[in-house]
């Protein structure tokens, strides 16, 4: 048993890190910065929404960014066209995040591989087209503009916290989630389906529960991001959310989970960075995802832990 | 709500017929070579694109349909030949860096024709309209309904009439048996991957003159491809023309009956072949 105490210590290491490290940033950084901190923190969860599928279910979704983008569209609707309070609002924005993403699962459990790639970057692209043309309801491409944050958590630090606070919960719930029995099974699944099949799993209502449930983390994401952001477009549900999104999970390392807060960080801080020169992003991404299918697809924690086997 | 009448019902067919052109060559190189080369979109934008220029530059639409046809193929073999077979074999990180291609060639498209919204100009043979059984239809989206049976036709011809076309049926049904009979089929890999994105190439050009070329249009076309293979099955031609009748007249349907949420009913059909026949309609495991 002693590798199971070694995981868990090398998790409630994770936890530490990240509380000490996001927990200090504010007294130390420019205003600017901690922004950018706490959309490393948002994007951090989506990825590991992504990474409980792609790390311990085996099937890699391009379907997150949809439902995380659906829930910012939520919560911005109700507070700003509907006038709602904002607290109900991100309840809602994750409740129906949830519900689509049982829609979705229904679909996604019949397939595996690349199939269910294809069907979940399908059923985002459907997300996204309908935000783009329903445009009586989502404003189309000019999008809505949210009404601000609650006076609870107005000021950009308190926000931060409170970002900080439900990141690191959700955190603490996904990685309780991957380590019960449900996840083992998980894993068990993405090894040989067939033989968890054969054991008496029923693997489909595992991989049911298993994408519903991320989609629930993806939504509480998106809810974070509507707060943050306060403001809405259909590029808040487009392919390249999902697409930048599992980049963090794979750069961070596929199934490492504390990694996608690394992969959040490297994305997201490049992505500030390049877009201080120029307005190629789109670009930028689109080489680095090739240059990281090439060279890493481990992703950079992946690629340093077979390093470190290679020299024992 | 609106009744459909021929009109509607010839411009669910057009739209069908294009999406048939791109989508058989989606489906082809899925159905062969196992990889879904999300850049499919991006290729026919990119030849929408270079359809375009060229057409507005020499005034000669076969002359722009050539050139489009012409350098995505090109394109097409530098992506198989420059990145893919890097990754060759491992399915998962062949899709993603595929679709970091589409963002690549989506953004170069951005930096050279911007973000503007362009038509390919139809030729002056092409323009106005027929009368016909009491109603007047544009001649050009007629032309695109005869080029999609034409190249339904040619590609069926191909596949089943033509060495190349057993060797690529063989393919599909067990690459390393073809190869064990000394077959080099790698290069009918590369044939066909070819083949398959001057598809995309022609269906940009084609579709350019009448759905117009805009930047998110790839994600658009993309979408409908997806949706007619997994409708069809991957590497059936004849599930890619089902799946594409299916999409474009459940497309023009939708427009008609609910403008704004279209793009919602493609999900139904969708759903339904999941449901049932997970592989697609003509899909084999």
Same mark, same amino acid.
């Given at each position: 048993?002693?590798?199971t ?35 490393? =923190? #948002?994007?951090?969860?989506? +990825?590991?929404?992504?990474?409980? &599928? %792609?790390?311990?279910?085996?099937? @890699?979704? $391009? ?6 983008g ?37 679909f ?34 000019n999008?809505?503009r ?5 006076? =609870? #958590?107005?000021?950009?630090? +308190?926000?931060?916290?409170?970002? &900080? %606070?439900?990141?690191?919960?959700? @955190?603490? $719930? ?7 029995p ?12 067939s ?19 991320t ?14 952001n306060?403001?809405?477009?259909p ?21 490492t ?18 877009? %201080? ?26 690629t ?9 | ?6 009109v ?37 934008l ?26 995505v ?18 399915v ?16 170069i ?18 323009r ?100 007619i ?6 590497g ?6 089902v799946?594409?009748?299916?999409v474009?007249?459940?497309?023009t ?14 999900f139904g059909?969708m ?9 697609g ?5």
């Amino acid at each position: 048993m002693s590798s199971t105490v070694s995981a868990i210590q090398r998790s409630a290491l994770g936890f530490v890190l990240v509380l000490v490290i996001f927990g200090t940033l504010p007294l130390v950084v420019s205003s600017y910065q901690m922004s950018i901190a706490n959309e490393i =923190l #948002i994007f951090a969860l989506l +990825a590991m929404s992504i990474d409980v &599928l %792609a790390g311990y279910a085996g099937r @890699t979704s $391009l379907g997150h960014g949809a439902l995380f983008g659906i829930s910012t569209y939520v919560v911005i609707y109700w507070t700003s066209v509907y006038g709602g309070s904002a607290w109900v609002g991100c309840l809602l924005g994750v409740v129906v995040a949830t519900l689509v993403a049982a829609i979705f699962a229904a679909f996604a459990v019949r397939v595996s591989g690349v199939y269910f790639l294809l069907l979940t970057l399908a059923l985002g692209m459907i997300v996204w087209g309908v935000c783009l043309r329903w445009t009586s309801i989502t404003g189309g491409e000019n999008g809505i503009r949210g009404v601000g944050r609650p006076d =609870l #958590i107005a000021s950009p630090t +308190a926000f931060y916290y409170a970002t &900080l %606070a439900v990141v690191l919960l959700m @955190t603490f $719930l996904i990685w309780r989630f991957v380590r019960s029995p449900f996840g083992l099974t998980l894993r068990g699944i993405r090894d040989s389906e067939s033989r968890m099949r054969s054991l008496g799993y029923g693997t489909s209502a595992h991989m049911f529960v298993a994408f519903t449930v991320t989609g629930f983390f993806a939504g509480v994401a998106g809810a974070l991001y509507a707060l943050f952001n306060n403001f809405v477009s259909p590029s808040t549900v487009q392919l390249s959310q999902s697409v930048e999104g599992l980049l963090m999970a794979i750069i961070g390392g596929i199934g490492t989970l504390f990694g996608s807060f690394i992969g959040a960080a490297a994305i997201i801080m490049l992505e500030n960075f390049v877009s %201080a020169y120029t307005a190629r992003w789109q670009m930028v991404l689109g080489v680095m995802f090739i240059v990281t299918m090439i060279f890493a697809p481990q992703g950079i924690l992946g690629t340093l832990r077979m390093l470190l086997i290679r020299k024992r | 709500m609106a009744s459909l009448n021929l009109v509607q019902i010839l411009n669910g067919l057009t739209l069908a017929a294009l999406l048939f052109i791109v989508a058989s060559g989606f489906t082809l190189i899925f159905g062969l070579l196992r990889i879904v080369n999300l850049a499919h979109g991006a290729l026919y934008l990119f030849g929408g694109y270079i359809g375009y220029s060229v057409t507005l530059g020499t005034g000669n639409f076969v002359l722009g349909l050539v050139a489009s046809m012409l350098f995505v193929a090109f394109l097409g073999l530098i992506i198989d030949q420059g990145l893919l077979r890097f990754v060759r074999g491992f399915v998962l990180r062949e899709v993603l860096l595929t679709l970091g291609v589409a963002f690549v060639l989506n953004d170069i498209a951005l930096v050279i024709w911007g973000g503007d919204t362009f038509s390919v100009q139809i030729p002056a043979m092409l323009r106005g309209a027929v009368r016909f059984a009491g109603i007047y239809y544009p001649t050009y989206r007629l032309f695109v309904l005869g080029l999609g049976i034409l190249v339904f036709i040619a590609l069926w011809l191909l596949l089943n009439r033509t060495r190349l076309g057993a060797l690529i049926r063989a393919g599909v049904d067990d690459a390393e048996m073809v190869e064990a009979m000394g077959i080099n089929i790698r290069r009918v890999f590369l044939a066909t991957s070819m083949l398959g994105a001057s598809l995309a190439g022609l269906g940009g050009t084609i579709g350019g003159a009448f759905l117009t070329l805009y930047p998110t249009a790839d994600s658009e076309i993309l979408v409908f491809s997806l949706a007619i293979v997994i409708i069809g099955g991957s590497g059936s031609l004849v599930g890619a023309a089902v799946g594409a009748l299916l999409v474009g007249m459940l497309n023009t349907i939708g427009q008609v009956m609910f403008p704004e949420l279209a793009y919602f009913v493609i999900f139904g059909p969708m759903a339904a072949i999941l449901a049932f026949r997970p592989l697609g309609l003509f899909g084999r495991a």
